[in-house]
């Protein structure tokens, strides 16, 4: 199971959880945890990243029954579609090719 717990307001001085308490929390409960805000946006991405990527490494490892839906996850569709090769447009061999107006 993949489990983060994110700190909130990491932007701020005062706190009502420390960053020292939230990690602690974690290592003891055997969760990730990370710090972000929602002001600054720091770690936020991130902590979608991290859990989606600990999720594919607990696939990968076969930490999950996949045939049990109650893990919410599902193989998708192989090979259903062949694959396309697109070109890429040529580009003008000078810029003076380009007009704005």
């Given at each position: 199971m993949?489990?983060?717990l994110v700190g909130n307001k990491c932007d701020l001085e005062r706190r009502e959880v420390s960053a020292e308490?939230?990690?602690q929390f974690a290592r003891q409960n055997g969760l990730i945890f990370l710090e972000t805000s929602a002001k600054t946006a720091?770690?936020?991405?991130e902590a979608f990243i991290y859990t989606a990527r600990k999720?594919?490494?607990?696939?990968?490892?076969?930490?999950?029954?996949l045939s049990n839906e109650s893990y919410g996850i599902k193989y998708g569709p192989t090979n259903q579609y062949s694959r396309v090769k697109l070109d890429m447009p040529s580009m003008p061999e000078s810029r003076s090719s380009?007009?704005?107006c």
């Amino acid at each position: 199971m993949a489990i983060i717990l994110v700190g909130n307001k990491c932007d701020l001085e005062r706190r009502e959880v420390s960053a020292e308490e939230g990690a602690q929390f974690a290592r003891q409960n055997g969760l990730i945890f990370l710090e972000t805000s929602a002001k600054t946006a720091k770690n936020v991405e991130e902590a979608f990243i991290y859990t989606a990527r600990k999720i594919y490494d607990n696939i990968l490892e076969d930490v999950y029954d996949l045939s049990n839906e109650s893990y919410g996850i599902k193989y998708g569709p192989t090979n259903q579609y062949s694959r396309v090769k697109l070109d890429m447009p040529s580009m003008p061999e000078s810029r003076s090719s380009f007009s704005c107006c």
